[in-house]
């Protein structure tokens, strides 16, 4: 899985039920033809990520086929989900010193 392209909105709370910032960020996957994810039409990660006071972390996450927007039943596994994390961290940095 390599990560070609991304787009970062920061998410209003504009009632402030939530503590610290939330930020939706899209990802388009480039997945290997042999891997159980892949799909012709292409494949987006779709992620909410928290950032409070010292702790940053994915909240929640869904793996969408790109043409339909159909949602598709499969999980980041471990080493996944910290190449993901860290690459959030790095485009959240990029974005507010740019905002």
Known sequence: MEIIDATIEKLEDPF????????????????EEDDELYSENGVMLKLIYAVEEA????VQYDFIEKKTEQVLDF?????????IDAYCQQLIKEYVDVD
Do not use: W
Not at 20 to 28: D, K, N, Q, S
Not at 55 to 58: A, G, P, R
Not at 75 to 83: C, F, G, N, P, R
């Open 55 to 58: 702790q940053s972390k994915i």
């Open 16 to 31: 402030g039920i939530l503590s610290g910032e939330r930020f939706e960020i899209f990802l388009t996957l480039n997945i």
């Open 75 to 83: 999980a980041l596994e471990d080493d996944e989900e910290k190449v």
